[in-house]
């Protein structure tokens, strides 16, 4: 890629990647020296170690290898992991940067932004914990930094598109949520000059590796589990966007519906989070322990009791999925283990940091999201796809379409799109001519 011909001919790519490592490691081994650990992590933990043995037979498929397999390169040692994540956190600036200066500003203000964005601590933090995001965030940081380049759309270059199409695959790998991408890409693009002749046009290619780890990872889980879903996790998930409504099940799912409704009472009242209801009702309640179903099989339960409940209450549904799930969202997120601190009064220090900065992005997503209102009543005006269209669905798309899928920890999942946010707003400015008054302000 051109970023990395260019990295020491540009200077600013060269000190971003000095800045960015050195930093990281001096709050690793300084103030931080450990890898956050989630409950979400021994799964993946778990995979790694399935597949270090060459064989996934009898694996319960509630992981896509994509991250396990930065972790097999890390030897199974989770610091290891961390420093590859740092080098991705470190690259993925760089990515940033000509991303900026694809959209027209200088590089002394890209280099500007990029140390600015790369100082919320929310980033570090992510690179610290044993979780997808930073990996997800890196994929996603590749993408933009394509799509976003002058000449993509008019390029007849078919290597670009495969490129595209792997490391969207890779993002599938990642998590195959992911998979609505190449849709969204091919969409956004063919409407961009819309032909009913060019519809089979050279993006079809970015469909190529993402149904592939789609379809193959969901075969693999098939063979071993019995059923033909990308993460075995998926049916119980989807329950969980029943919470409000359980009780509301049709007959044949009450068995599932009624001790739903009695733990997310019970968790409530405990005022624990009520997302996590009918996790508390498998797990610690083992309501479901008399049927004598297996975990696969009873998620596989789970999800035709969410499909049925949803379908008998569309109202509820839609309720839920906008004012809780669709929210959440947008809310600002940081992953970290108190304990993990070297000092306590650091902790207490980076505490009062990220309620500033968490501030600074309620107002970014605020913003963004009004923002993109009007990028899209003004592209059904003009009838026009524009970068800022374009930009805007990068982040509306999922944020819809996870909020229909789960309820949960859906702010996590926000965290690979925070810096899109940032660059509409950016881009907003500029064409307005508001970012030229500042610049001469400042």
């Known amino acids: 890629m051109s970023i990395i011909n260019n990295i020491f001919k540009d200077k600013n790519l060269l000190n971003l990647l000095l800045f960015g490592f050195i930093i990281r490691l001096a709050l690793f081994f300084g103030l931080y020296p450990d890898a956050s650990v989630f409950p979400d992590s021994g799964s993946y933990f778990h995979l790694a170690k399935k597949m270090s043995t060459f064989s996934l037979e009898g694996y319960s498929g509630e992981r896509s290898p994509g991250y396990p397999i930065l972790l097999l390169f890390a030897i199974g040692k989770v610091k290891i992991l961390i420093i590859y994540q740092f ?174 409704a009695e733990f997310r009472d019970k968790t409530i009242l405990e005022e624990r989070d009520v997302a996590m209801s009918i996790w508390n009702a498998y797990g610690e309640g083992k309501a479901f322990d008399s049927y004598g179903l297996s975990f696969v099989e009873l998620s596989h339960e789970f999800g035709e009791y969410a499909k049925a409940t949803i379908i008998s209450n569309p109202k509820d549904y839609a309720k839920q999925v906008v004012t809780r799930s669709w929210l959440d969202f947008w809310e600002p997120s940081i992953s970290w283990n108190e304990d993990k601190f070297r000092f306590n009064s650091v902790y207490n220090l980076f505490v009062k940091i990220w309620d500033v900065q968490k501030i600074i992005l309620y107002t970014i997503v605020v913003v963004f999201i009004l923002i993109s209102f009007v990028v899209y009543i003004r592209a059904i005006y003009k009838r026009h796809i524009d970068t800022s269209f374009i930009i805007a669905s990068f982040v509306i798309v999922p944020s819809i379409l996870q909020a229909m899928v789960t309820y949960g920890t859906n702010s996590r999942y926000s965290y690979p799109f925070d810096f899109i946010m940032v660059f509409m707003l950016l881009i907003f400015l500029k064409e307005k001519g508001i970012w030229n008054k500042l610049r001469k302000v400042i």
């Open 87 to 260: 080098l991705l956190g470190t690259i993925c600036s760089l990515f940033w940067y000509k991303t900026l200066v694809n959209f027209k500003f200088t590089n002394r203000e890209s280099f500007c932004i990029t140390i600015l964005l790369q100082l919320f601590i929310n980033v570090f933090f992510y690179e610290t914990a044993f979780l997808i995001e930073s990996f997800a965030l890196f994929c996603m940081s590749i993408v933009i930094y394509i799509i976003t380049k002058p000449n993509y759309s008019i390029n007849k270059n078919y290597k670009v598109e495969l490129l595209l199409s792997i490391v969207l695959g890779y993002l599938v790998l990642i998590k195959p949520f992911f998979a609505y991408l190449p849709f969204l890409i091919y969409g956004l693009f063919t409407l961009k000059k819309f032909n009913f002749r060019n519809l089979i046009n050279k993006k079809l290619i970015l469909f190529i590796f993402p149904l592939v780890v789609y379809f193959g990872w969901s075969y693999v889980n098939k063979i071993n589990t019995g059923y033909f879903v990308s993460t075995t996790f998926f049916g119980l998930n989807l329950a969980q966007n029943c919470v409000y409504f359980a009780e509301k099940s049709p007959d044949e799912f009450q068995w599932v519906g009624q001790p739903y």
